[in-house]
């Protein structure tokens, strides 16, 4: 029977010849990962079951990214559990402060991760390292823990929905743009349990920034992974940070899919996610008038190096609106050094931004920026629901990074054609 | 496995970060959690829900964040049982890892009213709306997650 990518790689981690959609398999993991929101929790049901050991101690990561640098007492103690499960345990891939970063930029950069692995994270953008090639999806604590014991996760195979990506996209225009044009195209649901699959004479013109920032967001329309083919571009990413053996998996040539779609990047216009769910886009021509209070740039979805340059493009020799708060977090070490060593960080600080410490800070609402009671931020990161960055009765407006620096020097939602005349 | 209990109705798309927000999250300790369930889109939630009070909640519940603290939150707040028109995927799992049960039946939701009666016998796959005396039969769950729901969620199933 023909097969998707992802079907291919759940065939592999399952030891079948073929699988079907809708079929319940289990399959052998290549990577768990957890962070200080959700592998406390995973840790508790672990050794509440009795269970002294973990299957792999070298194919578990554990990330705590979220509340740290940890924010006040209950998180330290949360971190704190993390930690001392980590020695116990002899797992090798625990991240301490200092080297920790947003765990889905931090485990492709560490080359933990490759083309035709299989990784379950207690995080919902686990997607984003089908940017690689690998099938990855996010589960819940419960799961973690049973992955961590047994080595291998229950999945449904699921029915695929085919991008066909063609055409260059304009300048500006980010894989965060795809991506949101396409929520708003299929919907928070339009690909509930299905794999989003990605290909096409388009993906030359995506860098792996861009398409980490797809795979990223497959989550927000309820998809149950993001993945795409594989190309010189994927393996040369793989050649420069990984020593680990990967595999590509190719799509059958008349392998089924639910729906296809066609693409034109050409087409694609600087996007925008209104308040209060991801599918909710109008072209940044459609706007309109929206003064803003913070931005912020960074995350997992557009917290890369890419990200920061776009945003410095911007930026340079410009201030920030004196009504705004612009909030910049590199989303790893090696990012944050690369900005110093490139003089990003002068062309921020010159302008008025602050520089975070790595962290996801804000975009969960967790700390580093969160909103007052009627303020309005536009935000790289990849939820706007009610409350997601602070107060009720505050708005996210989600955007790629060149719409987010602009914003910030324009004090209201704008393009950087706005800015750079 | 039989509930009985009041409706309370939500809409489409209830995300994970209106079931418990992330400011709470640093915790997980499900008395804790329970406090604040639903904070974010109803402030009365947690003065209200009776133990056995159903949810009833439109397409995609439960989305968002993978956090695990919202079926707990929702279980621990006294929810017998959440209704939906359609699940979430890891909510979905999430739900029956830890033994909140659930169900997916488009109809029942459209027609139950808040405050309805519910009776739910999950073993025979039948729902009853008392108040609007009709009732609807629902999908068994797959062999495979009936026996997680059996073994009393998923980490007993795995020492078994």
Redo the contacts between chains.
């Keep these: 029977m023909a097969m998707t990518m992802t079907q291919k790689i759940l065939a592999k981690g399952s030891g079948l010849k073929e699988v079907k959609p809708g079929q319940l398999i289990k399959a052998k993991v290549d990577m768990v990962l957890g962070n200080d929101i959700t592998a406390p929790v995973a840790i508790r049901e672990f050794e509440k079951a009795g269970l002294i050991k973990v299957f792999d101690r070298r194919k578990i990561a554990l990330v705590p990214d979220h509340f740290t640098p940890n924010k006040d007492i209950k998180s330290a103690e949360q971190v704190k559990i993390m930690r001392e499960f980590a020695r116990k345990m002899g797992i090798e891939y625990y991240f301490e402060v200092g080297r920790v970063g947003i765990e889905h930029a931090l485990l492709p950069e560490q080359g933990l991760v490759v083309a035709g692995d299989i990784v379950i994270g207690a995080d919902s953008h686990t997607c984003t390292y089908g940017a690689l090639g690998a099938f990855s999806t996010g589960v819940g604590s419960t799961d973690m823990a049973a992955a961590m014991a047994a080595g291998e996760v229950w999945l449904k195979v699921p029915e695929a929905i085919k991008f066909n990506l063609i055409g260059k996209p304009s300048e500006w225009v980010s894989g965060k743009d795809i991506i949101l044009h396409i929520i708003g195209m299929i919907g928070v649901d339009g690909a509930l349990y299905k794999s989003m699959e990605f290909s096409g004479e388009g993906l030359e013109f995506l860098s792996m920034d861009d398409r980490f920032a797809m795979a990223n967001m497959a989550i927000e329309a309820g998809a149950k992974n993001g993945i795409f083919e594989v190309d010189s571009e994927t393996l040369k990413y793989i050649a420069e940070h990984s020593e680990k053996d990967y595999e590509v998996f190719t799509a059958d040539s008349d392998a089924e899919y639910v729906k296809e779609y066609t693409i034109d990047l050409s087409k694609i216009q600087l996007t925008v996610s209104f308040p209060h769910l991801p599918e909710n886009t109008k072209t940044i021509s459609e706007v309109g008038n929206i003064p803003i209070d913070q931005v912020v740039i960074g995350s997992c979805t557009n917290g890369r190096m890419e990200d920061m340059r776009t945003a410095a493009k911007i930026l340079a020799g410009k201030k920030v609106h004196p009504n705004v708060r612009c909030i910049i977090i590199p989303a790893t070490q090696k990012i944050w050094k690369q900005c110093m060593n490139e003089g990003l960080f002068e062309v921020f600080i010159d302008s008025g931004c602050v520089v975070s410490t790595p962290t996801c800070g804000p975009c969960l609402g967790g700390h580093m920026g969160i909103l007052a009671e009627g303020e309005r931020a536009v935000s790289t990161t990849n939820r706007n629901f009610v409350g997601r960055m602070g107060h009720v009765r505050s708005e996210v407006y989600l955007a790629g990074p060149a719409v987010a620096a602009a914003s910030a020097v324009t004090g209201k939602i704008s393009s950087p054609d706005d800015v750079i005349g | 496995m039989k509930y009985e209990g009041n409706v309370i109705k939500y809409g489409d ?1 209830v ?1 994970t ?2 079931i418990i ?3 709470y ?4 300790d499900e008395k804790e959690l329970a406090k604040h369930c639903m904070e ?2 109803d402030k009365t939630f947690v003065n209200r829900v009776k133990p056995g009070d159903i949810i009833a909640g439109g ?2 519940f439960g ?7 919202a079926p ?1 939150a929702i279980k621990a707040s006294g929810i017998s049982c959440v209704i939906a028109k ?1 699940f ?3 909510f979905y ?2 739900a029956i ?2 033994g909140l049960p659930i169900i997916e039946c488009p109809e029942c939701v459209d027609d139950a009213e808040e405050g309805d009666k519910i009776g739910i016998d999950l073993d025979n796959g039948v729902i009853i709306n008392y108040n609007k005396r009709k009732s609807y039969t629902v999908q068994p769950f ?1 062999e ?1 997650i009936q026996e997680i729901i059996k073994a009393g ?4 199933y ?2 078994q």
Excluded: K, Q
């Excluded at chain 2, 999250?25 to 997980?28: E, S, Y």
């Excluded at chain 2, 969620?153 to 007993?156: D, H, S, V």
């Design positions: 798309n995300d970060d209106v927000p992330a400011r999250l640093n915790t997980f974010d889109i397409f995609n989305c968002g964040s993978s956090r695990e603290h707990i359609s979430a995927r890891i799992r999430n890892n830890i797959p495979f969620g998923l980490m007993n795995i020492r």
